[in-house]
């Protein structure tokens, strides 16, 4: 991602984020290795659904992560949320949770 085109085409960025956002589908495993077997705890509709879903306020509550906060001095409004641009942490307000079980002592 271009941090420029924050400056330049806010929007955009609005965009990504809301794409990212799809309580109603599943949770997955990335697809970078081979994890195992998915195993999915479904969550009470609360947490996903509705105007305001508990998980994605939670989410959303991490200034820091998101790139909302900073250390020092105040953060330009146009590159507020610049950490997570693309909306990567709201993608995890979704109806079930992933796990991969694995047996005690296996590797």
Not at 3 to 16: G, S, Y
Not at 75 to 82: Q, R, T, Y
Request: charged share 25%; hydrophobic share 35%.
């Amino acid at each position: 991602m271009d941090p420029q085109r924050a400056v330049d085409e806010p929007r955009w960025w609005d965009a990504q984020r809301l794409a990212r956002i799809q309580p109603g589908s599943p949770a997955s495993l990335p697809d970078d290795a081979a994890y195992g077997a998915e195993l999915h705890l479904c969550l009470n509709a609360e947490l996903y659904e509705g105007e305001q879903p508990r998980k994605l306020a939670v989410i959303q509550s991490y200034h820091s992560q998101l790139g909302y906060a900073r250390r020092d001095g105040d953060l330009p409004e146009e590159l507020a949320g610049i950490l997570d641009c693309n909306g990567y942490l709201a993608s995890f307000a979704r109806r079930t949770e992933v796990f991969v079980l694995e047996r005690k002592g296996s590797q």
